[in-house]
């Protein structure tokens, strides 16, 4: 099969034409194929790129690598075929169809990672954890902003602190994990696509001087919505290791909201150097911003501090201050829980817009109070990453 005439134009495969190629792959024991052991996940095509995951036996995971790229390779010999992501997942039940996992979760087994700090057990890509976790050349640090639920301000938070820390002379990018609701090309004002090296390798869009990878400029949101953890996984380490990122002082990466298991495998497998967490006063938001460090102290990552979002309210017409949602609150969190505490960030109309117009505040209004306070808390950040030891430090550093 596999015979589909494209003269050009827009490919339209089909799943059934990528499951008969697989059949020409054979399965761990070379007795049969990799379909008819129901080691293959769905099939997900977007764009001429295909997309699915192997479920392989948890213990054989590592060995099994060169499986996995058989497989990508294979599914790049039909015609049409821009691309491939395969996943290795681990799974208890050796040659089993993988089972099917709402959107959200991870690839792997990590219920027991979580216990053993991911060090003993194969994550979902079958790579040792000091080879998932290896540094990316040329990125001098990585860094995580996080929340520990949705709506708290993280990527507005994301976009000026990266572009706070280009303000204070750093060469920054920024990849936005956020693969089913990606808020960088709204928020820095990118559309179109990102071109390609040699055919493999991404060039990272730019604005503003910002370096910037995000899935949003590769597929639409809907198509995002259907994946599953092992193909996120697989999109966010092409995103991390197959751009031209070239050199950077710091990767600003704009995690998705909230703390489960996918967060989690996400810590676990880019190789962060610190996390800074963002939180609203609110006690509620507060209880979040927790898990948020109980989540990066699990995978050993240092979490570089917190940073109090829309602390307190700047009348518009007045300039006055209101207190309103009891600030102060993540602030005497950090203390009590030995976090540094990295700054408060008010919430204002002029936040807001350039927000929302593609226009962050750091940038359009470079003079004004806001940026001033980003860029503060940009060096704090830069302090604390500076004490830190990529990877090697406890998950919290004492003064
Ligand atoms: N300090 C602030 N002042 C005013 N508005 C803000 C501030 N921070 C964020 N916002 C606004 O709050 C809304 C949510 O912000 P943002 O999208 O950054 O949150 P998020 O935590 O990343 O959300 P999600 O979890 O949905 O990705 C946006 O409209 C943004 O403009």
């Not at 990799?34 to 769905?42: E, K, T, W």
């Not at 792997?108 to 060090?119: A, S």
């Given at each position: 099969m596999g015979n589909r005439k494209c003269g050009g134009c827009k490919v339209d495969?089909?799943?059934?034409?990528?499951?008969?190629?697989?059949?020409?792959?054979?399965?761990?024991?070379?007795?049969?194929?990799?379909?008819?052991?129901?080691?293959?996940?769905?099939?997900?095509?977007?764009?001429?790129?295909?997309?699915?995951?192997?479920?392989?036996?948890?213990?054989?995971?590592?060995?099994?690598?060169?499986?996995?790229?058989a497989a990508e390779r294979t599914v790049k010999e039909l015609p049409g075929v821009k691309g491939a992501m395969v996943a290795l997942t681990a799974d208890k039940k050796a040659g089993g169809a993988t089972p099917p996992r709402p959107a959200a979760?991870?690839?792997?087994?990590?219920?027991?990672?979580?216990?053993?700090?991911?060090?003993?057990?194969?994550?979902?890509?079958a790579r040792s954890p000091q080879q998932a976790k290896a540094g990316v050349p040329g990125i001098g640090a990585i860094i995580a902003v996080a929340s520990g639920k949705g709506g708290v301000g993280k990527s507005t938070t994301a976009v000026n602190l990266a572009l706070a820390l280009q303000a204070n002379g750093l060469r920054v990018g920024v990849l936005d994990a956020d693969i089913y609701g990606p808020s960088m090309p709204r928020l820095l004002k990118i559309s179109g696509r990102p071109g390609q090296i040699d055919g493999r390798i991404i060039r990272p869009m730019e604005n503003y001087g910002l370096k910037v990878m995000s899935m949003g400029f590769l597929v639409d949101e809907e198509t995002a919505m259907i994946w599953r953890g092992p193909m996120v996984q697989s999109a966010l380490m092409q995103m991390l290791r197959e751009v031209a990122w070239g050199e950077l002082d710091v990767l600003v990466v704009d995690m998705p909201p909230g703390t489960g298991d996918a967060q989690l495998t996400m810590a676990q497998q880019v190789p962060l150097a610190g996390a800074v967490i963002v939180s609203t006063p609110q006690d509620l938001a507060l209880i979040d911003a927790r898990k948020g460090l109980t989540m990066f102290r699990k995978?050993?990552?240092p979490v570089?501090?917190?940073?109090?979002?829309?602390?307190?309210?700047?009348?518009?017409?007045?300039?006055?201050?209101?207190?309103?949602?009891?600030?102060?609150?993540?602030?005497?969190?950090?203390?009590?829980?030995?976090?540094?505490?990295?700054?408060?960030?008010?919430?204002?109309?002029?936040?807001?817009?350039?927000?929302d117009a593609g226009t962050p505040v750091v940038v359009s209004e470079p003079d004004g109070v806001s940026a001033g306070i980003y860029r503060d808390i940009a060096t704090k950040v830069w302090q604390q990453l500076k004490g830190t030891t990529q990877r090697a430090a406890p998950a919290i550093v004492f003064e």
């Open positions: 495969l089909t799943k059934e034409q990528v499951l008969d190629k697989l059949k020409s792959v054979r399965g761990p024991d070379l007795e049969s194929n990799i379909i008819d052991l129901g080691m293959v996940s769905d099939v997900f095509i977007a764009d001429g790129k295909v997309y699915f995951s192997i479920t392989v036996p948890a213990e054989r995971a590592k060995d099994l690598e060169p499986l996995r790229q979760q991870p690839a792997d087994n990590h219920g027991h990672q979580g216990h053993h700090h991911g060090h003993s057990h194969a994550p979902p890509q995978v050993e990552v570089l501090g917190i940073i109090e979002n829309m602390s307190y309210f700047i009348a518009p017409d007045t300039g006055n201050r209101y207190d309103i949602f009891g600030h102060g609150g993540a602030r005497n969190e950090a203390e009590r829980i030995g976090v540094p505490f990295l700054g408060e960030v008010p919430l204002t109309m002029t936040i807001r817009e350039t927000s």
